[in-house]
Structures are given as structure tokens and as C-alpha cells.
């Protein structure tokens, strides 16, 4: 008898770390779990070492397929270099359609089914072009999906600035969002930025459905306002599919040999790992706040120190890895305190493997930025967090974590707003350590670890839902099919 016709689905991912491990852990749960085969196009960062190394990892042992596009010249479009993130990314996956269309054209195959990240919304449109099943990734969190498709009716009835307002932004059966919690690209409507994204939220129903990076117990109130016609009416006829948690597995190999004899030596949940993910940066002074804040803590640390930013908290996206101790990142920090804290600490100069040092039976607490593939690390390793949000979505991601999930602690005043100093700074890192909050927080995400790995199990919420996307898009081709 004839072996079923595997499905070939083609991934689009736009360029940064954020955004191309959510899609690469997709494109492996549908070969793995779904027996589907997998291209993933994707823009990559230039001389992004982090994402090399991403790269490289997939392809060994190959189980996926890998195509990087060629970048396009910003500079033809009058993008200068000081263009928001938001923007050079919406304007280089733009810019990359024909590129796209081309590679698609040359594969032995045609593909059965195409997938976007957030970014690449206007790609959609490819799929209609093919006859395929098409679908938006969203590799992030309900609430936020809730905002972003709710943003086109608020930027017809919201008048002025949303930060200005003293009244939060209502999304329909969902948690209020503060006016200072707002996504970046919402912070200023005179930018091109917020432009690309009142676009995009009108686009990502426009596919045939949505997968989501998390898990029905994680959201549940969330994602039925997302699935209720009367509520959030605009994504009815687009089905909401949870997948996560997705994150990169564990490979203890890429630790260093220094790193993990140090780990090992010190007591379990111990350590208060440091890190603002692959773009976030710190100013000076608040780096120098942060240093005394861990040495005053008396806790155990790993740091991941990247030199100050000048201008931006996201001063890293766009070259992430780039950097190490040879550059003098070492001369920010107080006098003495690598002297001082030598029995404590270990600084990782620029970049960290962050989920195998997450995932290290010594580490019980993660001072983090709150980007979602961080959040989701860290509650799938059962690690508390201490939620210091930058850019982006990190605000909304703070809130929830802190408000909602309670899995976190935050400074009193926005990290991006004020300097946060080093008495506030202790108190958060022994409250999480060492405190009875801390052993609250700690029980908590540990439930969620347990019920984060029973969705992605065989039988789980997250497991069927991807098998249930998998059969509606079979049942779409046939559709096409019989149509034409």
C-alpha cells in the first residue's frame, strides 16, 4: 500500500533571535510530531554570531531545510540606520517579497502550506498567489495578540497619544492594558513604525488561522475572549491554534567546560542568572546600579554583560553577539567588584546559552528582559523571574508575568524610564532567593512547568492542536482542489 504524501510546509521568518527560534522550533514539532517536511526562509542578521550558532544547531543533525534569503539594500528605500526596529523589520521582509517568491519558485516541490511570523503578514498574500493553506505565527502571548488585533478599532476611537491617556486601553473580555504598558511601535503615532503595525494587526486574520506560542492553561480566560465572535469578532473565521510552549531544547555541550564546573559546585537554586536576551542593552549608570545591586544581594550571579548602550535599549538587536571582554566590557563595571564577587558571580562576556543555564539545577532565579522565548524558558525550567522589561512587548509581558501568571517580581518604576538603584535591586534579588515570596513564586512556576510540558506531550493541549491545524489544512487543500 502507498505511503501517505507527506506535507511540505514552508516557514517565513523575519530577522533577530525572537523571532527565528519560535519559527525553527515550529518547523521541528511539525516534522517531529506532524511528519510534515520543512523549508524555512529566513533574513538573517549579518555577523550575528547568537544566530550562527542558531543556525548551525539545526542543521546538525538536518531535519529541516534552511534557506537564507538574500538581505535587501535598506538604503535603496531611504531606511536610514536610525529607523525604528519595528520599521526595518516590516520594511525588510517588504523589500525581500520578490526575493521570496523566487526561492519558492525553484524548489523541487510545490509546497502544501505556508506559514508567516508576525512580520512577514504581507506575505500572505504568496499563498493566495499559490492556492495554498496560508497562516500567521504569532510567537508570543494571547494578551498581546488581543491588543494587536484590537488596534485598528483603537486607533479609530482613541484620539491623541496612548501614553498621554489616564484611563487604561480596553480590549473586549480581556485584562485592560496600561497606557504605559503599550507596545513600542504604539508609544509614538507619528512614526512609521506604528504605521507597519496598525497594518499588520489588520492583516494576521486575513490568513486562515493563527498559531500561538503558549498553552490553553496558561491564557485560558484570554484566549476564549480571542475565540468569542462577539468579543474580538475579527478573528471568528481565523481558528487561534496553541502550540507552546516552543522553545530550543536543552544541549548541555554548549555550556563550557568553566561554566559548568562552576554550576555544579554551587547549591541547588542558588543562582540568580542575568540577562537581557539578544537585543537589550543598559545605559551606563544603570549597569553600574545593577552591579551593586547583586553585590549587595550576597546572592550568587551569572551576568551576561554586554557594553552600555549610547542611545537605545535595544541598541543590540540588529548585531547580536557581536562584542566580548577584549572590548573592555569589564571597564563599566564599579572598581573592584570582579575582585569582590569572584566566589559569586560568573560574568559571561556579550552572550550566554541561555536555556542550558536555565535549565541547570542550580539556577533559581532569571533577572530577565521578558522577551516571550525568554519568559517561556524560564517557565518551562521552573525558574522565577525577576521582570525587567526594555522594549518592545516587554512591558505587556512584565505585567502579565507579575499581575496575572505571578511568576514575577518587578521594580517599582519602568526599567526604560527610570534608573532602578541598587537598594531596590537587592531587595528583588533576595526576595526571589531567599524570601517567602520567593518560595510563592518558585511553587508557581513550578505548577506551570508541569502543566507547559503536559501540553506538549503526546495527548496534551498544545500537541493536539497543532494535529488539529495539520488536519484542517488537509482538509483545505482538498477544498482547493475540488474548486479548481
Same mark, same amino acid.
Given at each position: 500500500?502507498?505511503?501517505?504524501?507527506?506535507?511540505?510546509?514552508?516557514?517565513?521568518?523575519?530577522?533577530?533571535?525572537?523571532?527565528?527560534?519560535?519559527?525553527?522550533?515550529?518547523?521541528?514539532?511539525?516534522?517531529?510530531?506532524?511528519?510534515?517536511?520543512?523549508?524555512?526562509?529566513?533574513?538573517?542578521?549579518?555577523?550575528?554570531?547568537?544566530?550562527?550558532?542558531?543556525?548551525?544547531?539545526?542543521?546538525?543533525?538536518?531535519?529541516?531545510?534552511?534557506?537564507?534569503?538574500?538581505?535587501?539594500?535598506?538604503?535603496?528605500?531611504?531606511?536610514?540606520?536610525?529607523?525604528?526596529?519595528?520599521?526595518?523589520?516590516?520594511?525588510?521582509?517588504?523589500?525581500?517579497?520578490?526575493?521570496?517568491?523566487?526561492?519558492?519558485?525553484?524548489?523541487?516541490?510545490?509546497?502544501?502550506?505556508?506559514?508567516?511570523?508576525?512580520?512577514?503578514?504581507?506575505?500572505?498574500?504568496?499563498?493566495?498567489?499559490?492556492?495554498?493553506?496560508?497562516?500567521?505565527?504569532?510567537?508570543?502571548?494571547?494578551?498581546?495578540?488581543?491588543?494587536?488585533?484590537?488596534?485598528?478599532?483603537?486607533?479609530?476611537?482613541?484620539?491623541?497619544?496612548?501614553?498621554?491617556?489616564?484611563?487604561?486601553?480596553?480590549?473586549?473580555?480581556?485584562?485592560?492594558?496600561?497606557?504605559?504598558?503599550?507596545?513600542?511601535?504604539?508609544?509614538?503615532?507619528?512614526?512609521?513604525?506604528?504605521?507597519?503595525?496598525?497594518?499588520?494587526?489588520?492583516?494576521?486574520?486575513?490568513?486562515?488561522?493563527?498559531?500561538?506560542?503558549?498553552?490553553?492553561? !496558561?491564557? #485560558? $480566560?484570554? =484566549?476564549?475572549? &480571542?475565540?468569542?465572535?462577539?468579543? +474580538?469578532?475579527?478573528?471568528?473565521?481565523?481558528? %487561534?491554534?496553541?502550540?507552546?510552549?516552543?522553545?530550543?531544547?536543552?544541549?548541555?555541550?554548549?555550556?563550557?567546560?568553566?561554566?559548568?564546573?562552576?554550576?555544579?559546585?554551587?547549591?541547588?537554586?542558588?543562582?540568580?542568572?542575568?540577562?537581557?536576551?539578544?537585543?537589550?542593552? !543598559?545605559? #551606563? $549608570?544603570? =549597569?553600574?546600579? &545593577?552591579?551593586?545591586?547583586?553585590? +549587595?544581594?550576597?546572592?550568587?550571579?551569572?551576568? %551576561?554583560?554586554?557594553?552600555?548602550?549610547?542611545?537605545?535599549?535595544?541598541?543590540?538587536?540588529?548585531?547580536?553577539?557581536?562584542?566580548?571582554?577584549?572590548?573592555?566590557?569589564?571597564?563599566?563595571?564599579?572598581?573592584?567588584?570582579?575582585?569582590?564577587?569572584?566566589?559569586?558571580?560568573?560574568?559571561?562576556?556579550?552572550?550566554?546559552?541561555?536555556?542550558?543555564?536555565?535549565?541547570?539545577?542550580?539556577?533559581?532565579?532569571?533577572?530577565?528582559?521578558?522577551?516571550?522565548?525568554?519568559?517561556?524558558?524560564?517557565?518551562?525550567?521552573?525558574?522565577?523571574?525577576?521582570?525587567?522589561?526594555?522594549?518592545?512587548?516587554?512591558?505587556?509581558?512584565?505585567?502579565?508575568?507579575?499581575?496575572?501568571?505571578?511568576?514575577?517580581?518587578?521594580?517599582?518604576?519602568?526599567?526604560?524610564?527610570?534608573?532602578?538603584?541598587?537598594?531596590?535591586?537587592?531587595?528583588?534579588?533576595?526576595?526571589?532567593?531567599?524570601?517567602?515570596?520567593?518560595?510563592?513564586?518558585?511553587?508557581?512556576?513550578?505548577?506551570?512547568?508541569?502543566?507547559?510540558?503536559?501540553?506538549?506531550?503526546?495527548?496534551?493541549?498544545?500537541?493536539?492542536?497543532?494535529?488539529?491545524?495539520?488536519?484542517?489544512?488537509?482538509?483545505?487543500?482538498?477544498?482547493?482542489?475540488?474548486?479548481?
Amino acid at each position: 500500500m502507498e505511503k501517505p504524501k507527506k506535507l511540505r510546509a514552508v516557514l517565513l521568518s523575519s530577522p533577530g533571535m525572537g523571532h527565528l527560534v519560535p519559527v525553527i522550533e515550529l518547523g521541528n514539532r511539525l516534522v517531529a510530531d506532524n511528519g510534515f517536511e520543512v523549508t524555512i526562509f529566513i533574513l538573517p542578521l549579518q555577523a550575528s554570531l547568537a544566530e550562527a550558532e542558531i543556525i548551525e544547531s539545526v542543521m546538525t543533525p538536518k531535519l529541516l531545510d534552511i534557506v537564507e534569503l538574500p538581505p535587501p539594500d535598506l538604503s535603496a528605500v531611504g531606511l536610514g540606520p536610525d529607523a525604528a526596529v519595528v520599521t526595518r523589520l516590516a520594511v525588510m521582509m517588504r523589500e525581500s517579497r520578490q526575493a521570496f517568491r523566487s526561492a519558492l519558485a525553484a524548489m523541487e516541490a510545490w509546497p502544501d502550506v505556508l506559514i508567516v511570523d508576525l512580520f512577514g503578514t504581507e506575505h500572505l498574500c504568496i499563498g493566495d498567489e499559490l492556492g495554498i493553506p496560508r497562516y500567521a505565527y504569532v510567537a508570543t502571548n494571547a494578551w498581546f495578540l488581543a491588543l494587536l488585533l484590537h488596534l485598528p478599532t483603537l486607533d479609530k476611537e482613541v484620539k491623541g497619544e496612548y501614553v498621554d491617556r489616564t484611563e487604561p486601553l480596553e480590549i473586549p473580555g480581556c485584562k485592560l492594558v496600561r497606557p504605559e504598558d503599550v507596545v513600542d511601535p504604539m508609544l509614538d503615532r507619528s512614526d512609521q513604525q506604528y504605521r507597519e503595525f496598525v497594518r499588520l494587526a489588520g492583516e494576521i486574520p486575513m490568513g486562515d488561522g493563527i498559531l500561538l506560542n503558549v498553552w490553553e492553561d !496558561l491564557q #485560558a $480566560e484570554t =484566549l476564549a475572549a &480571542l475565540r468569542n465572535e462577539e468579543l +474580538l469578532g475579527r478573528v471568528a473565521n481565523s481558528p %487561534v491554534y496553541t502550540v507552546g510552549p516552543l522553545i530550543r531544547p536543552v544541549r548541555p555541550a554548549v555550556l563550557g567546560k568553566e561554566l559548568l564546573e562552576w554550576l555544579d559546585k554551587q547549591p541547588s537554586d542558588s543562582v540568580m542568572f542575568v540577562s537581557f536576551g539578544s537585543g537589550g542593552t !543598559l545605559s #551606563a $549608570e544603570q =549597569l553600574v546600579e &545593577l552591579a551593586w545591586g547583586l553585590e +549587595l544581594s550576597q546572592q550568587r550571579f551569572i551576568w %551576561v554583560l554586554r557594553q552600555p548602550t549610547v542611545k537605545s535599549l535595544d541598541g543590540s538587536y540588529f548585531d547580536v553577539g557581536k562584542g566580548g571582554v577584549g572590548d573592555g566590557v569589564l571597564s563599566f563595571l564599579p572598581s573592584g567588584f570582579t575582585a569582590r564577587t569572584r566566589d559569586i558571580g560568573f560574568i559571561l562576556p556579550s552572550w550566554g546559552p541561555q536555556v542550558e543555564i536555565l535549565s541547570h539545577p542550580s539556577v533559581g532565579g532569571f533577572l530577565s528582559h521578558c522577551g516571550w522565548n525568554s519568559t517561556l524558558e524560564s517557565i518551562a525550567n521552573g525558574v522565577p523571574m525577576i521582570a525587567w522589561p526594555l522594549y518592545a512587548e516587554q512591558r505587556l509581558n512584565a505585567t502579565l508575568l507579575t499581575e496575572e501568571i505571578g511568576v514575577a517580581v518587578r521594580p517599582k518604576v519602568l526599567p526604560s524610564k527610570k534608573i532602578v538603584g541598587r537598594e531596590e535591586i537587592e531587595k528583588l534579588v533576595r526576595t526571589v532567593m531567599v524570601e517567602k515570596e520567593g518560595h510563592t513564586l518558585r511553587a508557581r512556576v513550578r505548577e506551570l512547568k508541569s502543566s507547559a510540558q503536559k501540553a506538549v506531550a503526546e495527548g496534551g493541549s498544545s500537541y493536539g492542536s497543532l494535529s488539529k491545524m495539520k488536519e484542517d489544512c488537509k482538509m483545505m487543500i482538498r477544498q482547493i482542489k475540488q474548486a479548481h
